[in-house]
T-cell receptor, first 111, second 114 residues
Framework: KQEVTQIPAALSVPEGENLVLNCSFTDSAIYNLQWFRQDPGKGLTSLLLIQSSQREQTSGRLNASLDKSSGRSTLYIAASQPGDSATYLC??????????FGKGTKLTVNP | DGGITQSPKYLFRKEGQNVTLSCEQNLNHDAMYWYRQDPGQGLRLIYYSQIVNDFQKGDIAEGYSVSREKKESFPLTVTSAQKNPTAFYLCASESGRRSNQPQHFGDGTRLSIL
C-alpha cells in the first residue's frame, strides 16, 4: 500500500528565504506526482505535476523534482513571500490510478 | 470561468438525518472524486466515478452514498450510518483517471453535527 510522508509538518521562515519542502513515498511504481497548495478553509490548488518519466517541473518561483528510484520529491520555493504562507500537499498517483496524499507541510513566511 | 462548485459552504446535521453535499463541474471532465479531510490528516478518498452511471468505493465509503446521473454532477449523501461525519469535504475532478493532468478541486463543504 502506497504511503506518502511529508517532512517537516510545519515550517516558519523569514521573507526572502529560499526553502525546500520534502515528500517521500514507499512505492516507486508511480504514474505521476502532484504538488498542491491549500489556503485555510479552502480547496486545493494544483501547483505542479511531474510525470513519472520527468525529473523536474518549474513554474515561476517554484521548482519540483522527482527521484522515483529513491521515492523522493522536493518542492523548492525561491525568494519566499508572505503570500506563500499556506499548507503544501504532495500526492502520488500509482497503479491504482487514485491519488494518495501526504498530510502536508504548513508554511509560514514572516514579513 | 471553468471550475468546480461545491455547496453549501457550511452544513449542519442533526442526529439521524441524511444530508446531501452538492458538487458541479463545467470542465467537461469524465472523472470525479469525493475526499474527506480531518485536522492533521491527509485527504482520504470516499467515492469516485469515471463515467456517468458508474462509481466505485474509495477507502472510507461506509456511511456515505453517491450518484452520477449527469457528467457535470456528483452529489454525496452523508447518511445517519456515518457516526463521525464532522469534517471538511472536498470534491475534485480530472479529465480521466489515466490522464497526466492535475486534479481540480472545489472550495469544500464543512459539515458539523448539531
Amino acid at each position: 500500500k502506497q504511503e506518502v510522508t511529508q517532512i517537516p509538518a510545519a515550517l516558519s521562515v523569514p521573507e526572502g528565504e529560499n526553502l525546500v519542502l520534502n515528500c517521500s513515498f514507499t512505492d516507486s511504481a508511480i504514474y505521476n506526482l502532484q504538488w498542491f497548495r491549500q489556503d485555510p478553509g479552502k480547496g486545493l490548488t494544483s501547483l505542479l505535476l511531474i510525470q513519472s518519466s520527468q525529473r523536474e517541473q518549474t513554474s515561476g518561483r517554484l521548482n519540483a523534482s522527482l527521484d522515483k528510484s529513491s521515492g523522493r520529491s522536493t518542492l523548492y520555493i525561491a525568494a519566499s513571500q508572505p503570500g506563500d504562507s499556506a499548507t503544501y500537499l504532495c500526492a502520488v498517483k500509482g497503479g491504482s490510478e487514485k491519488l494518495v496524499f501526504g498530510k502536508g507541510t504548513k508554511l509560514t513566511v514572516n514579513p | 470561468d471553468g471550475g468546480i462548485t461545491q455547496s453549501p459552504k457550511y452544513l449542519f446535521r442533526k442526529e439521524g438525518q441524511n444530508v446531501t453535499l452538492s458538487c458541479e463541474q463545467n470542465l467537461n471532465h469524465d472523472a470525479m472524486y469525493w475526499y474527506r479531510q480531518d485536522p492533521g490528516q491527509g485527504l482520504r478518498l470516499i467515492y469516485y466515478s469515471q463515467i456517468v452511471n458508474d462509481f466505485q468505493k474509495g477507502d472510507i465509503a461506509e456511511g456515505y452514498s453517491v450518484s452520477r446521473e449527469k457528467k457535470e454532477s456528483f452529489p454525496l449523501t452523508v447518511t445517519s450510518a456515518q457516526k463521525n461525519p464532522t469534517a471538511f469535504y472536498l470534491c475534485a475532478s480530472e479529465s480521466g483517471r489515466r490522464s497526466n493532468q492535475p486534479q481540480h478541486f472545489g472550495d469544500g463543504t464543512r459539515l458539523s453535527i448539531l
